[in-house]
C-alpha cells in the first residue's frame, strides 16, 4: 500500500487542485518537505505494531509520512472540513490504515477508539498545542494507554517541557510533563519549512510516560492546582504566596520561588497539602 500513498500528487499540487490555503484561525502551518515529515514519522516508537493518533493532520503531509514509516493504523483528528478532499485520496490509497474524524481534538475522547495502547504524533497547532499536551498529562496520569507522543512546537514551548530546575524555561508545562514522563527536543525545524513561515523556530519533542513516575505521582489535579499557584507569582517567595504552609516539613525554608523548587519536590508538596 505504500505505492500507492507514494503515487500521490504532492502536497501542495493537491491544495492548489481543491483551492486550499492555510488557515489562521485553525494554527496552520503546513510542512511539505518529505525529509523532515519523513524523520518526525520514523521517530515514533514502534509504529508499525501500534496505533498511532494525529491531531491536524491538514493536507496529510505527515499523515502520508506516518503511512509510509509502515503505520498500521492511523487516526487523523481535523477540525478544517475543507481539507476532506485531500485526506479522503490519502484514506482511499491507504488501504483502510487510515481513519479521519473531523471534531475539535480538544473535546474528542481517544480512549473511545478501542486501541489497547497507542502513540500520539502531531505537528500541533500553534494556538492550541499546549492545552492539547496539559490535557493528554492527566490522560496519563489516570491510566490513558498512550506509549509516546512525538510533536512539534514553537521551540519556546520545547523548552519549557525540557526545561529543568533553575532555567528560565522552567515552570508549569516542566512540572506537569515531568512528572509523568521522560521528555526531550529531537530536533530544530526552522521556518522556512512551513506554509506560511511561522515568526519563531519550531522543535519536536518525543515525550515517553514513565510508569515509575505515574505510580507515585498522586493527584494530578491537586498538583496542577499547586504549579498553578506557585508560578502565578513566580517572582514571589513561596512563603509570600502560602503562608500558611510549614515550608520547613518539606526541606524548604520558604524563601524559594517557584523555579527553585523540582518536580519531584512539587509532587511531594501536593500530597501533603490541600488546596
Same mark, same amino acid.
Given at each position: 500500500? @505504500?505505492?500507492?500513498?507514494?503515487?500521490?500528487?504532492?502536497?501542495? +499540487?493537491?491544495?492548489?487542485?481543491? %483551492?486550499?490555503?492555510?488557515?489562521?484561525?485553525?494554527?496552520?502551518?503546513?510542512?511539505?518537505d518529505?525529509?523532515?515529515? %519523513?524523520?518526525?514519522?520514523r521517530? $515514533?516508537?514502534? /509504529?508499525?505494531?501500534?496505533?498511532?493518533?494525529?491531531?491536524?493532520?491538514?493536507?496529510?503531509?505527515l499523515? *502520508?509520512?506516518?503511512?509510509?514509516?509502515?503505520?498500521?493504523? $492511523?487516526?487523523?483528528?481535523?477540525?478544517?472540513?475543507? @481539507?476532506?478532499?485531500?485526506?479522503?485520496?490519502?484514506?482511499?490509497?491507504?488501504?483502510?490504515?487510515?481513519?479521519?474524524?473531523?471534531?475539535?481534538?480538544?473535546?474528542?475522547?481517544?480512549?473511545?477508539? %478501542?486501541?489497547?495502547?497507542?502513540?500520539?504524533?502531531?505537528?500541533?497547532?500553534?494556538?492550541?498545542?499546549?492545552?492539547?499536551?496539559?490535557q493528554?498529562v492527566?490522560?496519563?496520569? @489516570? %491510566?490513558?494507554?498512550?506509549?509516546?507522543?512525538t510533536?512539534?512546537?514553537?521551540? !519556546?514551548?520545547?523548552d519549557? /517541557? $525540557?526545561?529543568?530546575?533553575?532555567d528560565?524555561?522552567?515552570?508549569r508545562?516542566?512540572?506537569?510533563?515531568?512528572? /509523568?514522563?521522560?521528555?526531550?527536543?529531537?530536533?530544530?525545524?526552522? *521556518?522556512?519549512?512551513?506554509?506560511?513561515?511561522?515568526?519563531? +523556530?519550531?522543535?519536536?519533542?518525543?515525550?515517553?510516560?514513565?510508569?515509575?513516575?505515574?505510580?507515585?505521582?498522586?493527584?494530578?489535579?491537586?498538583?496542577?492546582?499547586?504549579?498553578?499557584?506557585?508560578?502565578?507569582? *513566580?517572582?514571589?517567595?513561596?512563603?509570600?504566596?502560602?503562608?500558611?504552609?510549614?515550608?520547613?516539613?518539606?526541606?524548604?525554608?520558604?524563601?524559594?520561588?517557584?523555579?527553585n523548587?523540582?518536580? !519531584?519536590?512539587?509532587?511531594?508538596?501536593?500530597?501533603?497539602?490541600?488546596?
Open positions: 500500500m @505504500t505505492d500507492k500513498i507514494s503515487s500521490l500528487p504532492p502536497v501542495s +499540487q493537491m491544495m492548489r487542485d481543491c %483551492g486550499m490555503a492555510p488557515k489562521k484561525k485553525f494554527g496552520q502551518n503546513f510542512l511539505f518529505l525529509n523532515l515529515t %519523513g524523520r518526525i514519522a521517530s $515514533v516508537p514502534n /509504529i508499525e505494531s501500534i496505533p498511532v493518533v494525529e491531531v491536524g493532520p491538514g493536507p496529510g503531509g499523515t *502520508r509520512a506516518l503511512l509510509l514509516a509502515g503505520a498500521g493504523k $492511523v487516526v487523523a483528528v481535523e477540525m478544517d472540513k475543507t @481539507t476532506a478532499p485531500i485526506l479522503s485520496q490519502i484514506v482511499d490509497a491507504s488501504g483502510g490504515r487510515l481513519n479521519v474524524i473531523f471534531d475539535d481534538a480538544l473535546r474528542v475522547d481517544f480512549s473511545k477508539f %478501542g486501541f489497547d495502547e497507542y502513540a500520539i504524533c502531531s505537528n500541533l497547532p500553534y494556538n492550541v498545542g499546549t492545552e492539547l499536551l496539559i493528554w492527566h490522560k496519563i496520569a @489516570t %491510566g490513558e494507554p498512550i506509549k509516546s507522543l510533536l512539534m512546537f514553537q521551540r !519556546e514551548v520545547a519549557r /517541557i $525540557v526545561a529543568r530546575v533553575g528560565d524555561a522552567y515552570g508545562l516542566s512540572v506537569l510533563v515531568q512528572l /509523568i514522563a521522560d521528555a526531550k527536543i529531537l530536533f530544530n525545524v526552522p *521556518r522556512t519549512a512551513f506554509t506560511p513561515m511561522p515568526r519563531v +523556530q519550531s522543535a519536536v519533542v518525543q515525550i515517553i510516560p514513565n510508569e515509575n513516575k505515574i505510580k507515585s505521582l498522586g493527584n494530578i489535579e491537586n498538583i496542577e492546582k499547586l504549579t498553578a499557584k506557585l508560578f502565578g507569582m *513566580r517572582r514571589k517567595m513561596i512563603r509570600g504566596i502560602m503562608p500558611d504552609v510549614d515550608w520547613k516539613s518539606f526541606g524548604l525554608v520558604g524563601t524559594e520561588r517557584a523555579e523548587i523540582s518536580p !519531584e519536590k512539587f509532587c511531594e508538596i501536593a500530597k501533603n497539602i490541600l488546596l
